[in-house]
């Protein structure tokens, strides 16, 4: 990954991981054929190739199976529906063939035939009936299994394997979605980036299982103090995001500073062999959405004040205007 440049995300993990284990033949071909190619791997380059083998891939594979299943499903009610009109038809016949008895005045023998008759094709008809409600009922469950199935699988795709909270592709849906709802009822939005302080030199130290134990500490932390309205997502590696509808900015500074101050007061221990892992820390820059402007560029001051924050010695949370700042003591 190092030599093509490639950024250390969990997404980009994933490929080059399977990449190295030789386990899907298709993606080592398309890689290859990317670095025989000389391209390069481009951001765009990058999530494609996840989405194209992990995430597509396991909606896809979902979208088939539960489309087997129902063509299963609707061919055997297909077949009973069949199979009831038959019975249907022979009842009819029978019927008529009754009545055009009953026309003819039959004696009381040929009267006690003509009801047996009748008595056994509508007992026929009833268990016909029976059976059909018994399978339409049997599809219904089914198929309420199956959307459920699909929902389990998007909300797979859409949440981080490793911290269990949301990854990138529901921090965008979720901002987009906040944007829409804050033009229309004028509410204010915040949007709050926070990045772990030094995460190299402690991975490096420390190796990257503990890295990844701090990272799922800290989307705790997020998690935690967020309110419930709020989505927080893991943005990037080592970077969070909080969507924060409904909330000015003075109540996201507050929620930023509770974070930062439970990450720096938190003693680390290593759980493999509860070594003393010290403290670490973590920055934040906080924009408030104003009017009418584009995704990207709250996103973009978020991101200016999280930098403001690392330039002025970190372990602190910046907001939109200079003074808001608040800093470790
Ligand atoms: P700064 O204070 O400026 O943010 O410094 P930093 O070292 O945190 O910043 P940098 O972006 O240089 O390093 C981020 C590191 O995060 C690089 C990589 O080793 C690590 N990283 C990224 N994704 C993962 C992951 O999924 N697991 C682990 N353990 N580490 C990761
Ligand atoms: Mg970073
Ligand atoms: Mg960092």
């Not at 490929?15 to 033949?25: E, G, K, R």
């Not at 290859?32 to 380059?45: K, L, M, N």
């Not at 309205?229 to 909080?242: K, L």
């Not at 509808?245 to 720096?264: F, G």
């Amino acid at each position: 990954m190092e030599q093509f440049d490639v950024p250390p995300t969990p997404e980009n993990y994933a490929v080059w991981i399977c990449f190295a284990s030789d386990t899907n033949p298709e993606l080592c071909e398309t890689l290859r054929a990317q670095i025989e190619g000389g391209d390069g791997f481009t951001e765009s380059v990058n999530s494609d190739l996840f989405e194209q083998y992990f995430q597509w891939k396991a909606i896809q594979d979902a979208i088939l199976e539960s489309g087997n299943l129902m063509s299963r499903e609707l061919g055997a009610v297909q077949q009973t529906l069949e199979a009831a009109e038959r019975d249907t038809v022979a009842y009819g016949k029978a019927l008529a063939g009754a009545t055009h008895e009953l026309v003819a005045s039959p004696d009381e023998a040929g009267m006690k035939r003509l009801v047996e008759s009748l008595v056994s094709a509508t007992a026929r008809m009833q268990r016909r009936s029976q059976a059909l409600e018994n399978k339409l009922q049997a599809t219904s469950n089914e198929v309420t299994q199956l959307k459920s199935h699909l929902e389990r699988v998007r909300e797979e795709a859409m949440t981080d394997a490793l911290t269990g909270i949301a990854n990138r592709k529901r921090f965008d849906e979720a901002l987009r979605r906040a944007r829409r709802a804050s033009d229309t009822d004028k509410s204010p939005l915040s949007l709050v980036l926070c990045d772990i302080d030094f995460f190299k030199r402690f991975n490096d130290t420390w190796g990257h299982q503990t890295g990844d134990q701090i990272i799922r500490f800290v989307a705790g932390c997020l998690t935690r103090h967020s309110q419930e309205h709020h989505v927080v997502a893991r943005y990037g590696g080592e970077e969070f995001g909080i969507v924060m509808p409904n909330t000015d900015m003075a109540a996201a500074k507050e929620i930023s500073e509770k974070i930062r101050k439970t990450v720096e007061s938190k003693k680390l221990l290593r759980k493999s062999t509860n070594e003393d892992l010290g403290n670490i820390t973590v920055s934040l820059g906080i924009a408030g959405y104003r009017d009418g402007e584009s995704i990207e560029e709250l996103i973009e001051r978020s991101d200016a004040n999280l930098y403001k924050s690392k330039t002025e010695g970190r372990n602190r949370s910046t907001g939109d205007e200079a003074s808001s700042q608040s800093a470790a003591a």
